[in-house]
């Protein structure tokens, strides 16, 4: 579908910084039926990825605990191990920021380029307001127990 090429196209060019500016390397793609996933690794162990949800119309950001560099083989545990979490859930946890209220997300479920547009804006800032406390506290945020 060439919506979706253009939604994935335009996450993978607000996120460029992290590869510009972060050293994360540039996004590995994987494309599934209902979902696309952006994954920006970094050399530290950890990924940050852009999760764009064709069902539920929205776009998630996750953190990823990466094995020997590379993608863990389970979507949120692998080998008796955390490996993924939602950014939003680990600002909470780690107490970089309060987040009391549930995101206001779209009023209509449209699958229009701007309401992704909307979507992945939220979540570039989210990233990019945070990309310093994830790079340099990447060993905290998946604690050893996890």
């Known amino acids: 579908m060439n ?3 253009s939604i994935t196209e ?15 390397r540039e996004p590995l793609i994987q494309e599934e039926k209902w979902m696309t996933r952006l994954s920006f690794l970094h050399d530290i162990g950890i990924a940050i990825e852009i999760e764009i949800d064709w ?3 929205e776009v998630f950001v996750l ?3 990466l094995e020997h560099g590379s993608l863990p083989g389970g979507y949120y545990v692998s080998n008796g191990r955390v490996c993924r979490k ?3 859930n680990v600002l909470r946890e780690q107490g970089w ?3 009391n209220r549930r995101e206001r997300r779209r009023k209509s479920a449209s699958r229009t380029l701007e309401a992704f547009e909307e979507s992945i804006e939220r979540a570039r800032t989210l990233v990019l307001d945070h990309v310093a406390q994830i790079v340099s506290r ?5 604690g050893a127990g996890e």
């Open 63 to 65: 953190l990823v605990r």
């Open 97 to 99: 920021i309060a987040l």
């Open 86 to 88: 939602h950014l939003v």
């Open 55 to 57: 069902r539920e119309l």
């Open 10 to 24: 335009l996450a993978a060019t607000k996120f460029a910084s992290l590869v510009s500016e972060w050293k994360f």
């Open 138 to 142: 990447a060993d905290v945020i998946f």
């Open 3 to 5: 919506e979706k090429r």
